[in-house]
């Protein structure tokens, strides 16, 4: 008797969830290592508070009062980088879109603050929609749509001429710290929720799709490029509103030098060039410390134009970017494999068992067992030798006892349950 394996049609699978097979895990998003960030943090605090440190001690650097203001642009213009970078679509446009609300806000400050915010914010509004139209809908690549929304607000900016005379007053102090903590506030509020790891799943296919499929996180994109937009208008705003000086003009900022620095800010804070979330405080610490350098650099009168620091940051922020993305990769793959442990499918065989090679003993034992379950005494076939019994005879000159018949009384009479012969019967 010949015992078979089971062939692979005939064996039932273990199955889980009421005959559904286990989930693998390759829809789950694979979470990030928050130390490497909060190490990062921490580092760029120290770096930034010492940065700092040493601008208060150089006389030529300006009042707190101004710095603060301009930080506060710029924490707006990171944030605001740093949102477009984690939805897939780099707004290279910041620049651009700060240098025009400002102009509209102080074209249209004659009208009052209200109505100048309004116009302002407003522009910025209607760029953002143009912007994310084209990157979430048509999808056009983010730095191809910035950049030739940017250079349309150049074109236009060049014939336009300068704004009409700026009449309000200028941001008094308590106003300037109020608008740094709301950017500070801001980019702290949307560091907390780009944390969160429902959000970074719903990110995670922008990330992950090449550039030209779709993934499915349009309107997450085209929400990101219009936060963008807004917050690079309001920082446009405060730049025009604290840069009043004294004769009444107010000052344009700069638009080619506000995108180098939001994106060196943002790149250094964590925000990878990828996609990946940055931390929580980073874009604030880095947007201090890059500050903190051009400041220090003009008031101690260094022999190179501080813009220099700005493009530097950005060459640094290609490491930090290297530095997250190879942190999270290896994360990437423990999640994976850490996700695979304890699934039912592995305990199934790929390949069915190898035969093992049959002999002509192991073809003797199958017809041993045959027999017995047929019912007959496997040593009655000794190949024509004669037996008595169960027991092979081989002849009288070769088995006398048997041949005599002496202990078939023996054999054959019935036992007691010790294994003595009964006599009497």
Request: hydrophobic share 50%.
């Amino acid at each position: 008797m010949k015992f078979d394996p089971p062939s692979r049609e005939e064996t039932t699978l273990i199955r889980t969830d009421a005959g559904k097979s286990a989930p693998s895990g390759d829809d789950e998003a694979a979470s990030d290592r928050m130390a490497v960030h909060v190490v990062w943090e921490i580092g760029l605090l120290l770096l930034a508070g010492g940065v700092l440190f040493a601008v208060s001690q150089t006389d030529g650097a300006g009042s707190w009062t101004d710095l603060f203001a301009a930080l506060a642009s710029i924490v707006m213009l990171a944030s605001a980088m740093a949102v477009s970078l984690r939805v897939g679509a780099v707004n290279l446009a910041v620049g651009p879109i700060a240098l025009l609300a400002a102009w509209m806000f102080v074209d249209a400050s004659g009208s009052g603050a209200v109505m100048a915010l309004g116009v302002g914010l407003g522009v910025a509004a209607f760029v953002g929609i143009v912007l994310a139209t084209l990157t979430a809908w048509l999808r056009a690549p983010g730095w191809a749509a910035s950049g030739a929304v940017g250079g349309a607000i150049g074109l236009w900016a060049g014939s336009a001429g300068d704004p009409s005379t700026f009449m309000l007053s200028g941001l008094p102090g308590t106003g300037v710290l109020a608008a740094l903590g709301g950017a500070v506030g801001v980019s702290l509020f949307f560091g907390f929720v780009g944390a969160f790891s429902g959000v970074r799943k719903r990110l995670a296919p922008i990330r992950e799709t090449p550039a030209g499929e779709p993934h499915g996180r349009g309107g997450l994109v085209f929400f990101g490029v219009l936060l963008s937009s807004t917050l690079a208008g309001a920082a446009g705003v405060v730049t025009a509103w604290t840069g009043v000086p004294e004769g009444g003009a107010a000052a344009l900022p700069d638009p080619i030098l506000l995108t180098v620095v939001a994106l060196g800010a943002a790149l250094v804070g964590g925000t990878s060039l990828m996609g990946r979330r940055g931390g929580v405080c980073g874009t604030v610490f880095a947007a201090a410390l890059v500050l903190g350098l051009m400041w220090l650099a003009e008031g101690r009168g260094w022999s190179f134009d501080p813009s220099w620091i700005a493009l530097g940051a950005i060459v640094a922020g290609f490491l930090v970017t290297r530095l997250v993305e190879v942190m999270n990769t290896a994360d990437e793959n423990e999640t994976a494999s850490t996700r695979r442990a304890g699934s039912v499918a592995d305990l199934r065989e790929d390949d069915p068992p190898a035969e093992r090679e049959r002999t002509e003993a192991l073809d003797d034992f199958d017809e041993d067992f045959a027999g017995l379950g047929s019912g007959r005494d496997p040593w009655t076939n000794t190949g024509g030798m004669r037996t008595t019994g169960g027991i092979p005879k081989q002849g009288a000159a070769a088995d006398p006892f048997g041949a005599s018949g002496v202990f078939d009384d023996l054999r054959d009479s019935p036992r007691d349950g010790f294994g003595s012969p009964r006599h009497g019967r």
